[in-house]
């Protein structure tokens, strides 16, 4: 099997990534789709990759000619849906989204990954570029980010912090968060 090497995207990017296996990119025949195209959601519906994914199906339907299936598979930190993608058919005919945190981290954080990143899988387009924010219920007693750190320090794990699991970005930069502001929150995957 001949495949091509990813070179990974920011860790905060979303980017489309292809399982190749059985030749070098461009080596699809000219009738190029000529059957639907699953793509493989690795985040739930209704979550910004699922989101993106299905505002842009309508124009990529119609620029491919063919129907744009998508298919949500969400866990393990993106891990089951990237799994789905790496043991797909080589034809091209198998997409995924696959996050920053799947990708890159995800590596560093399981004993033995079901894919390998660098093998498995060759980088399409970065997709987006999604920003993080933190939230707060407006009966919390702090209006900026130092008065939320200031009061969480007061208070250590009185507060949670949502993200959308162990192993995604989110998680990542929750605990990153954390530790910078050397604060102790409640995790919520």
């Not at 891990?79 to 997409?95: F, M, Q, S």
Request: net charge positive; glycine share 10%.
């Amino acid at each position: 099997m001949n495949r091509r090497s990813a070179q990974l995207p920011q860790w905060l990017c979303i980017s489309v990534f292809a399982f190749l296996a059985s030749g070098p990119v461009g080596a699809q025949p000219t009738d190029y789709p000529n059957k639907p195209i699953k793509i493989v959601v690795t985040f739930p519906p209704g979550g910004s990759s699922d989101a993106i994914i299905r505002m842009l199906s309508p124009r990529l339907n119609d620029k491919l000619g063919q129907p744009l299936v998508v298919d949500n598979r969400p866990g393990a930190g993106g891990n089951i849906g990237l799994t789905a993608v790496a043991k797909a058919a080589p034809d091209g005919y198998t997409l995924g989204v696959g996050a920053a945190g799947g990708l890159t981290a995800n590596p560093s954080l399981y004993a033995q990954m079901p894919f390998d990143v660098a093998k498995d899988f060759a980088p399409i387009t970065m997709l987006a570029s999604i920003p993080f924010v933190i939230v707060g219920h407006p009966s919390m007693p702090a209006d900026t980010l130092q008065q939320v750190i200031a009061l969480a320090k007061t208070q250590p794990g009185k507060f949670s912090i949502g993200h959308g699991g162990n192993g995604t970005a989110m998680h990542l930069s929750a605990a990153l968060f954390m530790q910078m502001a050397d604060i102790q929150l409640v995790e919520v995957p």
